[in-house]
């Protein structure tokens, strides 16, 4: 348990559903962050949230959507996904200076069928 | 963008210590070097970080050279449970909340 917990561990969805991802932490961090991480591939970020406010979208497509309704909770709002979306998705958080390094979550890992 | 340079793969024996390199030689001066490693399927781990000088803490020791282009990260006893990949990222707490980008790092494997 690292403090920053992810559901669900594991997601089968089809393309046509909607579903959610949630990550919370207790840490006291203000920063978050969602990363996706694909097969043989490096980690890729996504989203980053600083006091609720979304500071970087890294290019993701529009069937991604976040939502930060306060520092300790953030989401990932998934609709209309295709097969080469399934990945590790993976939620971090740090304090807002970012010093003294991330902490992650187990993560989601989301099959897409 | 890649800003640091890692071997692919290593392999170490159970209780011996572990050195693992990092090229990073655009760094800039606010930039810190940090250490994660991912165990398979998990998340990140952190393990260290430092800005010029070596530090110490209870996972690992960070070595920067003098003129910050390269760095080692040593496990000083390696043991099976440190089987993992481990990262080099350079990132500037102070630029876009230091925001971390991940490369392909370097997959250990201890052996008995």
């Known amino acids: 348990e690292t403090g920053v917990t992810q559901t669900p561990r594991h997601l089968v969805m089809g393309m046509t559903n909607k579903k959610s991802l949630k990550c919370e932490q207790h840490?006291?961090?203000?920063?978050m962050y969602w990363y996706k991480q694909s097969a043989k591939k490096p980690l890729e970020l996504m989203f980053v949230?600083?006091?609720?406010?979304?500071?970087e979208n890294n290019s993701v497509p529009s069937r991604f959507s976040p939502e930060c309704p306060n520092s300790s909770h953030l989401f990932l709002h998934l609709h209309t996904l295709q097969p080469e979306d399934s990945a590790l998705y993976l939620c971090a958080s740090s304090r807002t200076t970012g010093m003294g390094g991330y902490t992650f979550g187990s993560g989601t890992r989301l099959t897409v069928v | 963008d890649a800003k640091t340079t890692q071997p692919p793969s290593m392999d170490c024996a159970e209780g011996r210590a572990a050195n693992l390199p990092c090229n990073h030689s655009?760094?800039?001066?606010?930039?810190?070097v940090y250490w994660y490693r991912q165990i398979h399927s998990q998340g990140p781990q952190y393990i260290i970080h430092?800005?010029?000088n070596n530090e110490t803490n209870e996972m690992a020791s960070l070595i920067i050279t003098e003129d910050r282009k390269s760095s080692t990260l040593i496990l000083p006893h390696a043991t099976l449970r440190d089987t993992a990949v481990y990262y080099c990222i350079v990132s500037d707490p102070t630029d876009s909340w230091g925001k971390l980008q991940f490369g392909a790092g370097t997959q250990v494997v201890v052996t008995p």
């Open positions: 430092g800005l010029k």
């Open positions: 655009t760094i800039s001066g606010n930039e810190y």
């Open positions: 949230y600083n006091f609720k406010e979304q500071t």
């Open positions: 840490l006291g961090h203000n920063a």
